[in-house]
């Protein structure tokens, strides 16, 4: 894809313009990154009988388990009742979907190991892990340069 940029003081906020002759992966993707809020907003959780606020830097994995979210900091366990594409929205760029049930903090990446049948085994600084699935694996691969 080409790129220009054009800077000059008569622009107030940044804009962006993508001419294509067609609709493609890359597109949606540079649409959804240009779009994204800078700013991860807060998320709120359950943690016992308290509702805390946690930062997403404070969250290293948000996974579906038995139904529930469950959202993995340093060493507690909360509980939300949004579901898991919500909370990826609202975490930020350096969250990634890495199977159907799980997303991770690409910050507290600690090891990867190979899988079975084609999947990765990904290891966090705080000792979760969980498997990149097949569908998942490309953009996984394409964010390690891989």
């Given at each position: 894809?080409?790129v220009s940029?054009?800077?000059?003081?008569?622009?107030?906020?940044?804009?962006?313009?993508?001419?294509?002759?067609?609709?493609?992966?890359?597109i949606?993707?540079?649409?959804?990154?240009?779009?994204?809020?800078?700013?991860?907003?807060?998320?709120?959780?359950?943690?016992?009988?308290k509702?805390?606020?946690?930062?997403?830097?404070?969250?290293?994995?948000?996974?579906v388990?038995?139904?529930?979210?469950?959202?993995?900091g340093?060493?507690?366990?909360?509980?939300?009742?949004?579901?898991?594409?919500?909370m990826?929205?609202?975490?930020?760029?350096?969250?990634?979907?890495?199977?159907?049930?799980?997303?991770?903090?690409?910050?507290?990446?600690?090891?990867i190991?190979?899988?079975f049948?084609?999947t990765?085994l990904?290891?966090?600084?705080?000792?979760?892990k969980?498997?990149?699935?097949?569908?998942?694996?490309?953009?996984?691969?394409?964010y390690?340069?891989?």
């Open positions: 894809m080409k940029i054009d800077i000059s003081p008569e622009h107030k906020e940044p804009f962006a313009v993508i001419h294509a002759d067609r609709m493609t992966d890359e949606t993707r540079a649409s959804e990154l240009l779009s994204a809020s800078e700013k991860p907003s807060p998320i709120t959780a359950q943690f016992g009988e509702t805390v606020v946690l930062h997403p830097s404070e969250i290293y994995m948000i996974r388990e038995e139904g529930e979210t469950v959202i993995y340093e060493t507690e366990k909360y509980f939300s009742r949004k579901r898991l594409y919500e990826l929205e609202q975490s930020g760029r350096k969250f990634m979907q890495i199977s159907k049930t799980t997303v991770v903090n690409l910050s507290y990446l600690d090891s190991e190979p899988g049948g084609c990765l990904l290891k966090l600084k705080n000792g979760s969980d498997y990149v699935s097949r569908k998942y694996l490309p953009e996984f691969k394409r390690l340069r891989l």
